[in-house]
């Protein structure tokens, strides 16, 4: 199992590029199951997830050919209807073939994904969406059985106790877009990757408004065509670079990235009192001193994500006093902070709240990676600690970033990947 061994201590410098954002390329993915014509994805970072979605297209039957950071992708009538609990186990976003599967076939069998190390993650939202359409649902031997044909449009609000669902937005945007007459989803998640999604959608010919805002309108055709389509930049990615800039006191250009897309994370880095400096597709992020401490809050889009909150709580540890950071999206999401504090973090744990006073430096130690944005974390508070660390598990790191550590050392950070 590959490791991470990390030399912390150097401040990063010069530019980087951000890769296209999963969480925008995985639904789109799944969306090119909704027509028989070909579409194009192009910019498609080389990820874990992808190859597992790719992987899940292929095991239904759909025509895969990847290129580099191409993928063209045909499904044609004759595709399996089925997510087997094998490939959903390993990635919850195989439930985005829900939706697609049954808008254009009337049927779809998608294993539930079961537990996950946030937290826990229902999907009552998914069935609500789809359900709002007419589709029937059953649970039967740990899958989700979806059928319905025709789907016929309907009015939901998507929200639930910790508002919006960005899953659950994308799968009944896709299941609607081949429905008969117009739905309308209320509450609806406004992540800028709903938006790609609509514009993916959009290109194929579907009729839907309002992407970005609670309520998206959707007015179902007949079919839908072959598209090409370059994802949008990760600002997940270009959120973790910009801590690495400021961890190591370092002055990093992101570039490819949307600042206009980063609004919440640029002000509290702003708040750390790093210098922020967005510009048309760049973010220039310098920092000479310990942050400040600041208080965050996850909140659904436009709001802090949930996402970067392990990396933000890594650099908060090396803050000058006292910050608290409140995980309201998944609430047990703090399993990175256990594993800080033994790199000499001092952090609290107190429900869905973590309370941290700031300590002068980390210690290196061994840690060991627990999800895809904790081990980011890892990484990061391994690149302001002194000495040498090692990160467990950083298979967890591919599923999500792109060759992490080759981007950190382009910019000075002494890190290196141990295979076996
Ligand atoms: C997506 C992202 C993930 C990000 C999350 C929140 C992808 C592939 N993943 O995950 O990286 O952390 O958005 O921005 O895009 N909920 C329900 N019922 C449901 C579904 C969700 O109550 O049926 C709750 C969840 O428990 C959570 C909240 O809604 O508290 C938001 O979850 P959701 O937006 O659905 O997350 P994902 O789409 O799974």
Do not use: W
């Not at 609430?331 to 107190?350: T, Y």
């Amino acid at each position: 199992m590959d490791r991470l061994l990390v030399y912390g201590g150097s401040p990063l410098r010069g530019v980087v590029a951000v890769a296209s954002a999963k969480n925008a390329v995985l639904p789109i993915l799944a969306a090119t199951l909704l027509t028989e014509e070909p579409c194009t994805i192009t910019n498609v970072p080389l990820l874990e997830d992808v190859s597992t979605m790719v992987r899940l297209l292929s095991s239904m039957g759909v025509s895969v050919a990847r290129q580099g950071r191409r993928i063209a992708v045909a499904a044609s009538d004759r595709v399996g209807k089925e997510a087997p609990y094998d490939i959903v186990r390993k990635m919850r976003a195989s439930y985005y073939v829900l939706g697609p599967l049954l808008a254009r076939f009337g049927e779809a069998r998608v294993s539930l994904p079961g537990g996950c190390a946030i937290g826990p993650r229902p999907v009552d939202l998914h069935l609500k969406g789809i359900e709002a359409l007419g589709a029937r649902v059953r649970i039967e031997h740990g899958y989700i059985h979806a059928r319905g044909r025709p789907l016929r449009g309907g009015t939901v609000l998507l929200e639930g106790p910790n508002g919006p669902s960005v899953g659950a937005t994308a799968n009944t945007m896709m299941a609607a877009v081949l429905a008969r007459g117009t739905t309308v989803i209320d509450g609806a998640a406004c992540e800028p990757e709903v938006t790609d999604l609509a514009r993916f959608l959009t290109g194929m010919g579907a009729n839907v408004e309002g992407a970005g805002t609670p309520t998206i309108r959707i007015r179902g055709v007949r079919r839908l065509r072959g598209v090409a389509h370059r994802p949008i930049p990760d600002r997940i990615e270009a959120g973790t670079l910009a801590v690495a800039a400021a961890i190591t006191r370092g002055r990093v250009e992101i570039s490819g990235c949307r600042p206009e897309q980063m609004t919440a994370v640029v002000d509290t880095l702003r708040a750390t009192g790093a210098d922020v400096e967005a510009g048309r597709k760049k973010l220039l992020v310098a920092s000479e001193d310990r942050p400040l401490g600041v208080n965050i809050s996850t909140r659904p889009y436009p709001g802090f994500p949930t996402d970067l909150q392990a990396q933000f709580t890594a650099l908060l540890t090396t803050g000058r006093g006292t910050s608290v950071v409140t995980e309201n999206i998944f609430e047990s999401r703090f399993l990175h902070a256990l594993e800080l504090n033994r790199m000499g973090a001092r952090i609290d744990i107190n429900g869905n709240m973590a309370v941290i006073q700031g300590v002068e430096r980390l210690s290196s130690a061994q840690v060991m990676a627990s999800d895809l944005r904790a081990s980011a974390a890892l990484v990061l508070a391994a690149l302001a600690a002194r000495g040498q660390s090692e990160i467990l598990r950083s298979y967890h790191l591919d599923r999500g970033y792109e060759q992490l550590e080759r981007k950190l050392a382009a910019l000075g950070a002494r890190v290196k990947r141990v295979t076996g």
